[in-house]
């Protein structure tokens, strides 16, 4: 069976060596020093420092409004995994979609101004597929409008743009380190914010709003990382090199064979963004194109994934289901293929076969 995504673990003899540390000192949680290891060799690995490490990739999208003090209106993507709305919904603030550009699948500046109100606070885009969003322009619009900047970066691992690291764009950056995410902790995720202020008070709402045991700067949730987190996340990175480089040969064997049909296409990378092969999404000419293909590769045991499917203005749970044409029209018609290290090159032509002769 292959799916369209399968998790690299380390051998798990590796994996427990660094977890007999925690053992060791009877210390599995509270920021230990596995998790303090792990958040040294990142900083070193993507080249950005203004981070901690947080339990999940959700909670830090959601105490990045809290601590904004965002209470109205989030300008947003329809073209996300469903984090991205749901944790303004959950603030309590109203999502306000924005249609997306039809080739980089991302946030479209040129539409935001005529969706901001004397409600707006902010603007939550995801760099989609670890494409980053148009952020110049968004920085404009944010400074024009006193807008507040998050960008939900969770397939952003190692993704650069303009030679710095993404997650260095925005007033807050988030990203997720789940388990199908590119480097993964099982479940984790981390905040970036470069203002020290800023990034002193998201901290400490992470820990229940502690300072020191005995007092509170105000109020909290809890969105630490263990110290199982921290040990899979030390035994992970040591093989991301090797990791993106395999997924970069597949996506080229991939793309190598696929580009010259007329019923499918590649999403645009931004110009000067470097890629970290996290996802391959193709986008077929017609759905009925794209629920063809489905079927004859899951008779192959295959199973791509339709993200993002549906667009997220269509979630059950929105007031104002305002259509989003763009969005819709690639959601219909977007596939995830599988891609993963372990995925050989020989799968990849058998799956392009396949997909050629649905045609
Ligand atoms: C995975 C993902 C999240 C959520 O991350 P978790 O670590 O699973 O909480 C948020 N946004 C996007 C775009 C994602 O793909």
Redesign the pocket.
């Known amino acids: 069976m292959i799916n369209v995504t399968k998790t690299f673990l380390p051998p798990i003899d590796e994996y427990q060596k660094i977890l007999q540390r925690a053992w060791d000192k009877k210390w599995v949680t509270n920021r230990g020093e596995l998790l303090l290891e792990l958040e040294e060799k990142l900083a070193t690995y993507l080249n950005t420092s203004n981070f901690f490490i947080t339990t ?4 830090p ?1 959601q105490i990045a409004l809290k601590v904004l003090g965002i209470k109205g209106e989030v300008i947003t993507t329809p073209f ?5 709305t749901s ?1 303004i919904v959950w603030e309590g603030c109203t999502p306000v979609f924005v249609d997306i550009e039809e080739d980089t699948l991302t946030i479209d500046p040129s539409k935001i101004e005529a969706a901001i109100t004397d409600k707006t606070e902010a603007i939550l885009a ?1 760099h ?1 597929f670890g494409n980053p969003c148009d952020v110049e322009t968004i920085d404009k619009i944010a400074k024009k409008y006193h807008l507040k900047v998050i960008y ?1 970066a ?2 952003c691992f190692a993704v650069t743009y303009k030679d710095k690291s993404i997650f260095e764009y925005g007033d807050v950056s ?1 990203t ?3 388990s ?2 590119l480097f993964h902790t099982g ?3 981390a905040i970036f914010a470069n203002d020290k202020t800023l990034f002193d008070t998201l901290y400490y709402h992470h820990n229940f709003g502690h300072n020191g045991p005995l007092e509170y700067h105000g109020l909290g949730i809890n969105a630490k990382a263990s110290e199982m987190q921290a040990a899979m996340g030390l035994s992970v990175l040591p093989y991301m090199d090797t990791i993106i480089n395999k997924r970069k040969a597949l996506s080229e064997c991939y793309k190598e064979q696929l580009q010259n049909t007329d019923f499918l296409t590649f999403m645009k990378i931004r110009d000067g963004a470097s890629m970290n092969y996290s996802y391959l999404p193709v986008l077929f000419k017609t759905e009925e194109l794209l629920l063809a293909t489905l079927e004859s590769l899951e008779k192959k045991e295959v199973f791509p994934r339709r993200y993002f499917y549906p667009s997220l203005n269509k979630l059950p749970y929105l007031e104002h289901k305002k259509p989003m044409p763009i969005s819709e029209k690639i959601s219909g018609r977007i596939l995830c293929l599988p891609l993963y290290s372990e995925l050989s090159m020989e799968e990849v032509t058998m799956i392009c076969d396949t997909i050629k002769q649905v045609e």
Do not use: I, M, Q, R
């Not at 996300?80 to 991205?84: D, E, F, L, N, Q």
């Open positions: 999940n990739g959700t909670l999208l996300s995994y469903v984090a991205t944790s995801t989609v939900d969770a397939h988030t997720s380190f789940h199908t995410k479940e984790g995720g």
